[in-house]
């Protein structure tokens, strides 16, 4: 931006270099000829006006001339007098030497300007390959606790910089890098999160279809299980991928049934509920809603991984599903410890409780149930300890 104000100022003092000469020099000469003008006017009257002689030769109409000789510089102006003409001259020397003297000094002046905006413009390149180099050798020595500095700088610091805007404009960087970061590290971390329930229901129905000898088919039906699985898996990280991204290639909605959908998450669930008792009362017999399955999934896979995960041996998680005043409810019940009131359950990688987790996937389930126009709710349970975990959607008419 420097550099172009420093142009932009050379052009224009080139510009107002030149029309001030030519205002100049036009108006000069304009004086000169009125002068000369008067002079003539004067002849009939005062014949001994210097340089004013009547010519032999007829003029028919007035014209200026500019005579250059050795030492002088003459303005000549003819004009009819008479049968003959009359020629007056006067000497303009000392204007012409005053008109050079501007023209030069323009000249001059334009060319210091010139001089010194290329100066400048090198000495601030100079300057700012200076500062890079030094900043080069300053980021290559900067230590890792040191950055908190310039990601996030306070009022003192900006003060005490004489880089201020660099300062923020690294603090801009760093903070850019840290949305990169977070976003690459919910994608890596949800396609973890989303993968843990079908790798664990395969690797169960493998060890229970191989636990005694069975029929061809029996490994089959398992195989064929396995591959639904693993392809149900593969739809809910891509779905995923889009949520996170906040991409516009999105799942397409299908017309599908509830009551089955939720029948295949709690046959998945029941392979891996170990010591924990499953219970469910489904109230959505032949229900058929227009909805992307890989988002509802992610949503119900999330509160009963955190229900399972929550609830104590010998204790028991409970789904339920019904309508109600025209919206679809989804819970899913635990008897775990309950939620803090001061715990923000839904903010990135927030943990619960002393459980191992990255904290992500209530903050996933709540994008999916936005993006599906709906919401979840998480509230501890009024008649024992644990908590109630809701999925709610409004049926269109």
Request: net charge neutral; glycine share 4%.
């Amino acid at each position: 931006m420097q550099k172009w104000f420093i142009y932009i100022f050379i052009a224009l003092v080139a510009v107002f270099s030149t029309l001030f000469y030519f205002f100049v020099y036009t108006t000069t000469y304009q004086n000169i000829e009125s002068k000369l003008q008067e002079i003539s006017k004067k002849y009939p009257t005062d014949t001994s006006l210097n340089g004013a002689i009547v010519l032999d030769s007829k003029i028919t109409t007035a014209n200026f001339e500019k005579q250059i000789h050795t030492n002088r510089i003459e303005y000549i102006l003819q004009i009819p007098f008479k049968d003959t003409g009359l020629q007056i001259t006067q000497d303009i020397t000392q204007e012409v030497k005053l008109l050079r003297f501007l023209a030069l000094s323009l000249v001059v002046l334009n060319f210091t300007i010139w001089i010194m905006a290329v100066l400048l413009v090198w000495q601030n390149r100079r300057n700012e390959d200076k500062l890079i180099r030094e900043l080069i050798i300053f980021l290559n020595t900067l230590k890792v606790d040191e950055l908190n500095k310039f990601a996030n700088p306070n009022q003192k610091f900006l003060e005490q910089s004489l880089q201020k805007p660099l300062v923020l404009a690294f603090k801009g960087f760093f903070e850019r890098v840290e949305a990169y970061y977070q976003a690459k590290k919910q994608l890596y971390s949800g396609i973890a999160h989303e993968l843990k329930t079908p790798l664990a229901v395969i690797k169960t129905r493998c060890e229970v279809t191989l636990l005694k000898a069975r029929e061809s088919e029996a490994y089959i039906n398992a195989l064929k299980e396995n591959i639904q699985s693993v392809n149900v898996a593969q739809t809910s990280i891509k779905a995923l991928f889009n949520l996170i991204q906040n991409s516009d290639k999105t799942e397409c909605a299908q017309l599908i049934n509830i009551q089955r959908e939720l029948e295949n998450l709690i046959k998945d669930f029941t392979l891996l509920s170990k010591d924990r008792k499953f219970e469910y009362v489904l109230q959505t017999e032949g229900l058929e809603i227009l909805i992307k399955p890989a988002l509802l999934r992610l949503i119900l896979q999330n509160f009963l991984q955190n229900a399972f995960k929550f609830t104590p041996k010998d204790k028991a998680v409970c789904l339920k599903s019904f309508v109600k005043n025209g919206i679809l409810e989804i819970e899913v019940l635990d008897e775990g410890e309950g939620i803090k009131a001061d715990s923000d359950i839904f903010a990135p990688f927030e943990k619960v409780g002393n459980q191992e987790g990255i904290g992500l996937g209530l903050f996933l389930a709540k994008k999916a149930a936005e993006e599906l126009g709906g919401e979840i709710t998480l509230e501890n349970r009024k008649d024992k300890q644990g908590v109630i975990a809701a999925f709610k959607l409004e049926l269109s008419a």
